[in-house]
């Protein structure tokens, strides 16, 4: 995937149509406001990849509040192993 590309706020309000088309082949449009990120403007395939990666995210759990079964599991578990 190539570089997302910046661009200032302004610029990408006053050309939106161009940005538009320029997301499909970038992937992603910086949005940008005196040198920060504020936005950003995402290609759909682009955007779709984001909301996977998302729906990916794993809930944290802290050692403490597991039932002990289940540290002894993880404890005894072997990387690579298929789960029992």
Do not use: C, W
Request: a negative charge.
């Amino acid at each position: 995937m190539a570089e997302p590309r910046d661009v200032p706020a302004t610029e990408f309000s006053r050309n939106f149509a161009r940005y538009r088309e320029e997301a499909i082949a970038e992937k992603i449009i910086r949005v940008t406001s005196h040198g920060r990120v504020i936005g950003a403007y995402l290609s759909a395939s682009e955007a779709a990849h984001y909301e996977k990666l998302k729906r990916k995210e794993t809930q944290s759990l802290v050692v403490g509040e597991l039932p002990e079964d289940v540290v002894a599991a993880i404890g005894s578990a072997e990387y690579g192993a298929e789960p029992r």
